[in-house]
């Protein structure tokens, strides 16, 4: 099952990953980062199916998507 990874310290919270997930596995922190930001966070690992499009999308390069 892939795993997605977001830097809580790069994440913004302009949320493009959230949006372009076709599988809708993102969504947003309930809590605040460093930064002050409601980061994305994996919601539902068990739906994504690994497409890398949040890590495409992603302007601050604040996601990593692992495979088994």
């Known amino acids: ?3 997605v990874e ?9 949320y493009l990953c959230i949006s372009v997930c076709p599988k809708k596995c993102l969504g947003k ?4 980062s460093k930064k002050g930001y409601f980061t994305a966070v994996q919601e539902r ?9 949040c890590y495409v999308m992603c302007p601050d390069v604040a996601i990593t998507v692992l495979k088994d």
């Open 6 to 14: 977001v830097d809580q310290n790069r994440c913004k919270a302009c």
């Open 45 to 53: 690992p068990q739906d994504c199916i690994g497409c890398k499009m």
């Open 1 to 3: 099952m892939p795993k």
């Open 29 to 32: 922190s309930s809590t605040i």
